[in-house]
């Protein structure tokens, strides 16, 4: 079904709650009532789900996979767009309502963004929101206006045909008359609905492409804005969770309520068959942090628990990398039989650790719960699956449960899982009062569902007269995301972990990718970028040692793989060219240079650095070259890059999470070194527009900076980063 064919019309007497939806034939708007209660024009319209929300619906019990999206003409002039994804920094909200002001013809100015029931809503992740769902949007506002269109013809006895629609107007030019798209929306409401619409041409857009205000920001800035850390409800209780510290360890005995605390809970974990943390209730956070910081919990630990290590589990790498059976990703000509026969042979190793997501905003949820009723406030990407997760727990009815989203405080994919939402809930049925449930820095770091840690061999065979590249062996061992999330994985593997090294761009005359699960029990889950955090590092980084090899310019031995991609060499070239590349350096300076194609976007990054001191390296500048087809928001677009490089400049340089008999290393920032603000390199974003399919922008601007910055740090030294993080073990008094 396509997202953007897919449009269904209803109405309702009042907001909230919204109707819900009705999933429509293709081009066909099936029902449609008035908006009587506010007189005003209401529009429903539906479309399919991505696959990673699929998957992670189908992982909390889902079967839903259809989302809609609403859109209201109001009484009193306002557009309102009902938006089912959260709002976690990517600018969701702005874009997609851009979307609709485009082709409706209104001022950004009259907009406003509301977010959708949990019901109605989507699983917010793979950069998709606004990708997979701005032609819907646009076909909303299109169909709207022309009703709003049909309905002024109607009031005036003229043809439709010679009216003038803009900035929430219709003009008879004829007669000067002019009605309000809000004077229009009762009787709009009653016509015909559009069987197709025409939507605004590219070159006509006045919305899309320009740098809106976004909706988001004044809340955030002001201090109205309402994330999950803020929300209160009267007569709540405080909660803190505490879990086993090791991993798979369980509760021996219910500790002794101390002094103090109203009580301590013990939690199912989401399996509902281990009991592996209490939570501590108090009258306040701070009592119940203190309370659960001196709690005494005998643990029952696993018998296994010695060989949890992070040596144990880079041992048990090396040893699946050569001894395992591996799934075959992609292959093409006889790479095996071309690298025994090539001039030039290049054997490489790439390793990269466990990462914590470490959001600003601690894991929290406020719940309260009745005989009848559950209400759960909670920073999520996924407020549906809050809503089964809320039915699961309570023991109610799925439409018992009420789920009130919040703005996030950093999501990363961590705010997908259930785990804080299920403790939240245990605790406010067990307790019997409204609970907030808090995190600790130190248990939202050392209990994640980290990004995987990998190893990954590369094999090139060069031609050494030529510089082609004759084969490409990449093997990937990592732990599987959808293993641990029960499915069993199909011919090719798992294709999360092989997202970055399975279709690059380049022009091998063979090559092969293969993956091999690496079982550790250490639990795993969508990180920014997900598999192309991993992979990119590793190909880029082998792509600049053939280079060197093949003693080419790095960026001209790129340019040769890329004859069959106009697009990532055209994007290649945008971020050299701003970056001057080849041009002269201060001494002790060098640049380095990647590109990436992840979630439907190019992106390509130099990085310029120098090493002031032995072991130490400095990212002065970084230029950033991106095509997400077309940059809705280009301030949006350019802030996502920012954001990618920080992030992914901070897990390069010091990020990882290490085990020692099961136990995390990462407790808190002290510990889990991040880029300081006088750290920040100086960005440039260049935007090449190319009108092609849109991409995602929340992720792909991660993957490329941690080669950029190896291959500089090549360049400069001579020496070869070939593991992650660059400086392990750094805490952040450092610096």
Not at 156 to 174: D, E, M
Not at 283 to 294: G, I, L, Q, R, V
Not at 366 to 394: D, F, K, N, Y
Not at 640 to 665: D, E, N, P, R, Y
């Amino acid at each position: 079904m396509s997202a953007r064919n897919v449009i269904s019309g209803q109405v309702s007497n009042e907001l909230p709650p919204l109707p819900e939806p009705v999933i429509a034939h293709a081009g066909e708007l099936q029902r449609r009532e008035f908006l009587k209660g506010v007189g005003g024009l209401l529009l429903a319209f539906t479309f399919e789900m991505g696959a990673r929300g699929k998957a992670a619906a189908a992982a909390a019990g889902s079967t839903n996979t259809s989302i809609t999206s609403y859109l209201a003409v109001g009484s009193d002039e306002a557009i309102t767009v009902y938006v089912g994804g959260g709002e976690m920094g990517q600018g969701i909200y702005s874009g997609l309502a851009q979307g609709v002001a485009e082709d409706l013809f209104v001022d950004w100015a009259k907009v406003k963004v509301q977010p959708l029931p949990a019901a109605l809503s989507w699983v917010t992740g793979g950069s998709s929101g606004i990708m997979r769902r701005l032609q819907t949007m646009r076909a909303a506002g299109a169909t709207a206006r022309q009703m709003l269109v049909n309905a002024a013809a109607q009031t005036w006895g003229v043809p439709a045909t010679g009216l003038v629609t803009a900035k929430g107007t219709v003009t008879n030019p004829a007669t000067k008359a002019v009605l309000t798209y809000a004077q229009l929306a009762p009787l709009a409401a009653t016509l015909p609905v559009p069987a197709s619409v025409t939507l605004v041409p590219n070159n006509a857009f006045q919305v899309i492409g320009k740098n809106v205000p976004r909706q988001d920001i004044p809340a955030k800035t002001n201090g109205s804005a309402v994330y999950g850390i803020d929300v209160q409800v009267p007569g709540m209780v405080f909660a803190v969770v505490k879990h086993c510290p090791t991993l798979g360890g369980t509760l021996a005995s219910v500790p002794t309520t101390p002094v103090g605390a109203l009580g301590v809970i013990p939690l199912y974990d989401l399996s509902g068959k281990n009991i592996n943390a209490v939570a501590v209730v108090a009258s306040n956070t701070w009592a119940a942090k203190s309370a659960a910081e001196n709690l005494q919990v005998r643990w029952t630990l696993p018998a296994t628990a010695s060989t949890l290590s992070s040596t144990n589990f880079a041992t048990q790498a090396q040893s699946l990398l050569s001894g395992a059976a591996p799934y075959t990703v992609e292959q093409s000509g006889n790479a095996a039989a071309m690298y025994a026969s090539a001039p030039v042979k290049l054997d490489l190793q790439y390793n990269l650790p466990y990462l914590a997501h470490a959001c600003m905003e601690v894991l929290n949820c406020t719940v309260r719960i009745t005989a009848s009723t559950c209400e759960i406030w909670a920073p999520t990407q996924a407020p549906a699956l809050v809503q089964q997760t809320g039915a699961t727990m309570s023991g109610l009815p799925a439409a018992a449960v009420t789920v009130y989203p919040t703005l996030m405080g950093g999501g990363l994919g961590r705010k997908i899982e259930q785990d804080y939402v299920s403790q939240a809930v245990q605790t406010a049925k067990a307790i019997g009062k409204p609970v907030k449930l808090t995190w600790p820095r130190e248990e939202d770091m050392a209990h994640d569902f980290y990004r995987p840690m990998a190893l990954s061999r590369i094999q090139i065979g060069l031609d050494d007269k030529t510089g082609k590249v004759l084969s490409w062996s990449n093997r990937v061992v990592a732990p599987s995301l959808s293993i641990q999330r029960g499915r069993t994985l199909g011919a090719t593997g798992d294709g999360i972990a092989v997202e970055g090294a399975a279709s690059r761009p380049y022009n091998f005359l063979s090559r092969l990718v293969e993956y091999v699960p690496h079982p550790s029990p250490v639990p795993v889950g969508y990180w920014r970028s997900v598999g192309n955090s991993i992979n990119i590092f590793a190909v880029e980084s082998a792509i600049d040692e053939a280079a060197l090899a093949a003693k080419m310019d790095p960026l001209q031995f790129r340019r040769n793989l890329l004859v069959n991609d106009a697009r990532t060499l055209a994007v290649l070239n945008a971020a050299a060219s701003a970056a001057g590349w080849g041009s002269a350096l201060p001494a002790g300076h060098a640049r380095g240079i990647a590109v990436s194609n992840a979630f439907g976007s190019i992106v390509a990054q130099v990085a310029e650095i120098s090493a002031p001191t032995a072991g130490s390296i400095t990212v002065h500048k970084v230029a950033c070259a991106i095509d997400c087809g077309y940059a809705i928001n280009p301030g949006s677009v350019e802030a996502q890059m920012q954001g990618g490089i920080f992030h992914g400049l901070s897990a390069a340089m010091w990020g990882q999470v290490t085990f020692k008999s099961g136990v995390a290393s990462a407790r808190n920032f002290s510990n889990y070194r991040m880029l300081r603000m006088k750290e920040a390199p100086q960005i440039t974003v260049q935007i090449v527009n190319t009108n092609s399919p849109l991409g995602g922008i929340g992720e792909p601007g991660v993957p490329p900076i941690a080669p950029a910055v190896a291959n500089a740090y090549a360049a400069l030294t001579g020496v070869r980063l070939r593991n992650l993080p660059f400086f392990p073990g750094a805490t952040m008094s450092e610096g």
